[in-house]
């Protein structure tokens, strides 16, 4: 079976300051895709950021990066410079069907 | 649409009750995805359609669950004898296509139920 674990269920960040979420994930397949969500009290789901488990390369979107390592099966999320807008849930998620781990609140100090 | 929408925002049944979420996601996608997300915890897949055709309904945690999108498009989540372990936010989602170069959901806003 194809599992997601988040094991930090919450995480603080002073303003400004750099945070990395952890993620790792269990699966025989090759071939996927990793998604790390935002969840604001607003409940909508908003994409962070994606991975192509194919793509050797660590995805970037402005201050969000990831650090995949495939062999390992870990996932986690840096947030630099973080912002008082980044407090939120933050899911990651796996494959097509979108397998996600419990999540890590993110409060961020100002 | 703009986005994927959800209705109703929140919902109030007594146990017992059938109860129906309508999802309208967004025009020209594909896939879309149901999940049920309780309080505290991470969205858990309920079902998967392709266009109108359900691939995938091996979230469904019971048969008192059904889903439906005979055009399509839009989609209807259907709980029947509602129970109180039901209680949940219940997120649609679509994407695009089907293809892995077309895999980013979008999601909408939810509906909140209660059943008391």
């Known amino acids: 079976a194809q599992t997601v674990t988040q094991s930090q269920p919450e995480m603080s960040v002073q303003e400004a300051e750099t945070v990395t979420l952890s993620c790792t994930y269990d699966t025989s397949e090759s071939d996927y895709y990793l998604f790390w969500y935002k969840q604001p009290p607003s409940r909508q789901m908003i994409l962070v950021i994606r991975?192509?488990?194919?793509?050797?390369q660590n995805a970037t979107e402005n201050r969000f990066s990831v650090n995949f390592q495939k062999a390992a099966k870990s996932f986690s999320l840096k947030i630099s410079d973080s912002q008082l807008g980044d407090a939120a849930m933050y899911f990651c998620a796996f494959g097509g069907k979108l397998i996600f781990g419990q999540g890590t609140e993110l409060s961020v100090k100002p | 649409g703009a986005g994927v929408s959800q209705s109703p925002r929140y919902k109030v049944a007594k146990r017992g009750q059938d109860v129906a979420l309508r999802c309208d996601p967004i025009s020209g996608h594909v896939s879309l995805f149901w999940y049920q997300q309780a309080l505290g915890q991470g969205p858990e897949f309920l079902t998967y359609?392709?266009?109108?055709?359900?691939?995938?309904k091996s979230g469904l945690p019971s048969d008192r669950f059904f889903a439906e999108r005979p055009e399509g498009s839009v989609s209807t989540l259907k709980i029947q004898r509602t129970q109180q372990e039901d209680s949940a936010v219940y997120l649609c989602a679509s994407s695009l296509g089907s293809s892995r170069a077309n895999r980013q959901a979008f999601f909408g806003q939810g509906t909140r139920l209660t059943v008391v």
């Open positions: 991975q192509e488990a194919y793509k050797q």
């Open positions: 359609f392709q266009n109108e055709a359900q691939l995938d």
